[in-house]
């Protein structure tokens, strides 16, 4: 998750980690951070210290209450830097404006790779195998007993995004807001059951009793730990 009201840094944030294989989601306001940050569930956030409203110290202070994901902050001055150094607001790292893009990138995966071990790489060839299922997330391809399958760039979102944390169980909500196309009409919770059920009908050997991606009643879904 990107926290930063200047939108020209949000999205050059934003497309060098895209262009790493990551995931990443703007939000312009501190308000808006801690309001979407169960939603988005984000491993990561990139956070710039001056915002309006509520500022990137407060916002740090409030994520920290509820979360040990990395936070690396975006400042401006050396005073602020001061303050993230001295304060203990609970950052793992900070920038200085302006920073090289590439600097950021590296910085991010040190934090994940620290925080997720190997499971943090998108680079390194990473390679999923779960029983003789194996997701290839560099290369986008799932094969199963050496079958290529073919899923969809939103199919294999989903299940990349699962399979990363076998055990974590994910709500639909949060699932939707993975893959949510925000031009599209008539999206709700429902489509992330259509999406899974042809994931299903796709990676298991008997989608009937899925032994892969597990439903987990009331809740939502979870990768299986075996
Ligand atoms: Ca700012």
């Given at each position: 998750?990107?926290?930063?009201?200047?939108?020209?840094?949000?999205?050059?944030?934003?497309?060098?980690?895209?262009r790493e294989g990551y995931?990443?989601?703007?939000?312009?306001?501190?308000?808006?951070?801690?309001?979407?940050?169960?939603?988005?569930?984000?491993?990561?956030?990139?956070?710039?210290?001056?915002?309006?409203?509520?500022?990137?110290?407060?916002?740090?202070?409030?994520?920290?209450?509820?979360?040990?994901?990395?936070?690396?902050?975006?400042?401006?001055?050396?005073?602020?830097?001061?303050?993230?150094?001295?304060?203990?607001?609970?950052?793992?790292?900070?920038?200085?404006?302006?920073?090289?893009?590439?600097?950021?990138v590296s910085?991010v995966k040190?934090?994940l790779r620290?925080?997720?071990?190997e499971?943090a790489d998108t680079q390194t060839g990473r390679?999923?195998?779960?029983?003789?299922?194996?997701?290839?997330l560099e290369?986008?391809?799932?094969?199963?007993?050496?079958?290529?399958?073919?899923?969809?760039?939103?199919?294999?979102?989903?299940?990349?995004?699962?399979?990363?944390?076998?055990?974590?169980?994910?709500?639909?909500?949060?699932?939707?807001?993975?893959?949510?196309?925000?031009?599209?009409?008539?999206?709700?919770?429902?489509?992330?059951?259509?999406?899974?059920?042809?994931?299903?009908?796709?990676?298991?050997?008997?989608?009937?009793?899925?032994?892969?991606?597990?439903?987990?009643?009331?809740?939502?879904?979870?990768?299986?730990?075996?």
């Open positions: 998750m990107i926290v930063e009201d200047e939108p020209a840094v949000a999205r050059g944030v934003q497309v060098a980690l895209e995931t990443a989601q703007v939000v312009a306001t501190g308000e808006e951070a801690l309001q979407r940050f169960q939603d988005l569930a984000p491993d990561l956030v990139v956070l710039d210290v001056r915002l309006p409203g509520i500022d990137g110290f407060e916002v740090c202070r409030r994520l920290r209450a509820q979360t040990k994901a990395p936070i690396i902050f975006l400042t401006a001055r050396a005073d602020e830097v001061d303050k993230v150094v001295g304060l203990e607001v609970g950052a793992d790292d900070y920038l200085v404006k302006p920073f090289s893009v590439r600097e950021l910085r040190a934090l620290r925080a997720y071990g499971l390679v999923l195998r779960r029983g003789d299922l194996v997701i290839d290369r986008r391809r799932v094969t199963r007993d050496t079958e290529r399958l073919s899923l969809t760039a939103t199919e294999f979102d989903l299940l990349r995004h699962l399979a990363s944390r076998p055990g974590r169980v994910y709500t639909r909500s949060q699932l939707l807001e993975l893959v949510r196309d925000y031009d599209a009409l008539e999206q709700d919770e429902r489509t992330i059951n259509v999406h899974i059920s042809h994931i299903r009908d796709k990676i298991e050997p008997d989608p009937a009793q899925p032994r892969y991606i597990r439903t987990v009643r009331g809740v939502g879904y979870a990768f299986s730990e075996d």
